[in-house]
């Protein structure tokens, strides 16, 4: 899988970037899947270490209001100081009734 990322990285340029403090994120998202009324988004972050993140929402995710939130939930990773390489988050139940 980390050559096929590899690739579509390569090819492609970022989707958004984000700023988290000083530091720029340049964000790929290589998938978005639907199972029942969950919607999981998965993205590519690469800022000073290069990381994967797969997001669920419940579906339908697709309004800008849905994305913005899903961008915020992985700001607040990034800055939460995890350093791991790979995360999986989950957008609140207050957040996606906010919608």
């Given amino acids: 899988?980390?050559?096929?990322?590899?690739?579509v990285l390569q090819a492609t340029s970022a989707h958004a970037t984000m700023m988290?403090?000083?530091?720029?994120?340049?964000?790929?998202?290589?998938?978005?899947?639907?199972?029942?009324?969950?919607?999981f988004v998965q993205m590519?972050?690469?800022?000073?270490?290069?990381?994967?993140v797969t997001v669920r929402a419940r579906a339908p995710l697709g309004n800008r209001a849905t994305a913005r939130r899903v961008l915020a939930v992985v700001r607040q990773w990034?800055?939460?100081?995890?350093?791991?390489?790979?995360a999986y988050l989950e957008l609140s139940e207050l957040n996606e009734i906010a919608s």
């Fill in 44 to 52: 590519a972050l690469i800022g000073p270490r290069n990381c994967t």
């Fill in 78 to 86: 990034l800055l939460s100081g995890d350093a791991g390489d790979q």
């Fill in 20 to 39: 988290v403090g000083d530091v720029r994120w340049n964000i790929y998202v290589f998938g978005v899947s639907r199972v029942g009324a969950d919607m």
């Fill in 1 to 7: 899988m980390k050559q096929e990322l590899a690739h």
